[in-house]
């Protein structure tokens, strides 16, 4: 038996609603400008807003004894009041606190008061790639290989811990000031119990949802091949391959494999997307092969990439 190590935190229990804050506790969390760990006496300094979700919102945290500067997902607890929306949240923290890679955003620490549950993470201080592809429309060829690269490498840590993502966007692919990729929000992750398993349903909606996924047909990492290929395609193209004005006729599009590649793309792109499209999860290539698939070794890999590529294309030299 192995007994639990000396500094766990205590487990999250996200107890009581708040009743009395009910609409006021948005106002609180505003006004506020010490954030409080009790059970380890860390205080930390709200700063500046750096996005909000479906649940939460995320505000740069600084420690005021070690000034070191953390991103801070403050979720409402008058927001929480399904028991699914807390289970998502714990679930969340579960997966996420076991992860730790340089692809992966670090999780630092969860805690809890009366009005907040509150998940100290690394702080991503260039925001997502949803921002610098809303800026830049398209990227280059070089900075996709960039950031399939990083996408890759942090997936293929993932799925060895056997957990498998189910939301990768754009949108949950964070920059640090290094212009590094990290992948955020577990929110929609699932462990894997056995060698095998199928999941039958995710608790949410997925943004690049798989067609094996949409169909309820029994779905497992190659999901997160599939939202690989949407990734791609979106950087390259500037929309996601199966966008339509409504989500129904999304679906039919995604279930038919139904997709047009502009010809801007080059062969070696055009090619990866098709194999990560595949409509047969079995058919997708795995992260190996990807890494080593020919759009890779086609054109320049850059190893850096500066912070100006958020807003205009790199001069390779
Ligand atoms: P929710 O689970 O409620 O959807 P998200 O995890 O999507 O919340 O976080 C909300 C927003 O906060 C994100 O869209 C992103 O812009 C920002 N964010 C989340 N985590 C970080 C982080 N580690 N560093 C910087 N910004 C972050």
Same mark, same amino acid.
């Given at each position: 038996?192995?007994?639990?190590?000396?500094?766990?935190?205590?487990?999250?229990?996200? /107890?009581?609603?708040? #009743?009395?804050?009910?609409?006021?506790?948005?106002?609180?969390? %505003?006004? =506020?400008? *010490? +954030?409080?760990?009790?059970?380890?006496?860390?205080?930390?300094?709200?700063?500046?807003?750096?996005?909000?979700?479906?649940?939460?919102?995320?505000?740069?945290?600084?420690?005021?004894?070690?000034?070191?500067?953390?991103?801070?997902?403050?979720?409402?607890?008058?927001?929480?009041?399904?028991?699914?929306?807390?289970?998502?949240?714990?679930?969340?923290?579960?997966?996420?606190?076991?992860?730790?890679?340089?692809?992966?955003?670090?999780?630092?620490?969860?805690?809890?008061?009366?009005?907040?549950?509150?998940?100290?993470?690394?702080?991503?201080?260039?925001?997502?790639?949803?921002?610098?592809?809303?800026?830049?429309? /398209?990227?280059?060829? #070089?900075?996709?290989?960039?950031?399939?690269?990083?996408?890759? %490498?942090? =997936?293929? *840590? +993932?799925?060895?811990?056997?957990?498998?993502?189910?939301?990768?966007?754009?949108?949950?692919?964070?920059?640090?000031?290094?212009?590094?990729?990290?992948?955020?929000?577990?929110?929609?992750?699932?462990?894997?119990?056995?060698?095998?398993?199928?999941?039958?349903?995710?608790?949410?909606?997925?943004?690049?949802?798989?067609?094996?996924?949409?169909?309820?047909?029994?779905?497992?990492?190659?999901?997160?091949?599939?939202?690989?290929?949407?990734?791609?395609?979106?950087?390259?193209?500037?929309?996601?391959?199966?966008?339509?004005?409504?989500?129904?006729?999304?679906?039919?599009?995604?279930?038919?494999?139904?997709?047009?590649?502009?010809?801007?793309?080059?062969?070696?792109?055009?090619?990866?997307?098709?194999?990560?499209?595949?409509?047969?999860?079995?058919?997708?290539?795995?992260?190996?092969?990807?890494?080593?698939?020919?759009?890779?070794?086609?054109?320049?890999?850059?190893?850096?990439?500066?912070?100006?590529?958020?807003?205009?294309?790199?001069?390779?030299?």
């Amino acid at each position: 038996r192995t007994p639990p190590p000396p500094k766990q935190p205590p487990p999250l229990i996200i /107890s009581g609603n708040n #009743p009395g804050f009910i609409g006021a506790p948005d106002q609180r969390q %505003e006004r =506020c400008q *010490y +954030i409080i760990n009790e059970g380890t006496s860390t205080t930390y300094i709200k700063g500046r807003l750096l996005g909000k979700g479906g649940f939460a919102k995320c505000y740069e945290l600084t420690d005021v004894k070690t000034k070191k500067v953390y991103a801070g997902k403050i979720i409402s607890k008058s927001r929480l009041t399904k028991p699914h929306q807390k289970e998502k949240i714990l679930r969340e923290i579960e997966l996420h606190k076991s992860l730790k890679h340089r692809h992966v955003v670090a999780f630092h620490s969860y805690f809890e008061d009366n009005e907040n549950v509150y998940i100290i993470l690394e702080c991503c201080s260039m925001k997502s790639l949803v921002h610098v592809l809303k800026c830049r429309k /398209s990227l280059t060829e #070089p900075e996709v290989r960039y950031f399939m690269r990083h996408l890759v %490498e942090g =997936c293929r *840590y +993932i799925h060895q811990q056997r957990v498998i993502h189910r939301d990768l966007k754009l949108g949950n692919m964070l920059l640090n000031d290094k212009m590094q990729t990290k992948i955020a929000d577990f929110g929609l992750a699932t462990r894997v119990e056995y060698e095998g398993e199928k999941k039958m349903t995710v608790c949410g909606t997925p943004n690049y949802i798989a067609p094996e996924v949409l169909q309820k047909k029994g779905h497992s990492y190659e999901a997160d091949i599939w939202a690989m290929g949407c990734i791609m395609y979106a950087m390259l193209v500037g929309k996601p391959p199966f966008e339509t004005s409504t989500l129904k006729e999304t679906y039919v599009r995604i279930t038919a494999n139904k997709y047009f590649v502009p010809p801007h793309v080059t062969r070696p792109a055009r090619n990866l997307i098709t194999k990560l499209l595949a409509a047969d999860p079995q058919n997708r290539p795995t992260l190996d092969k990807i890494l080593s698939d020919e759009f890779f070794a086609s054109g320049h890999l850059p190893k850096n990439l500066s912070i100006s590529c958020c807003e205009s294309p790199p001069k390779f030299t």
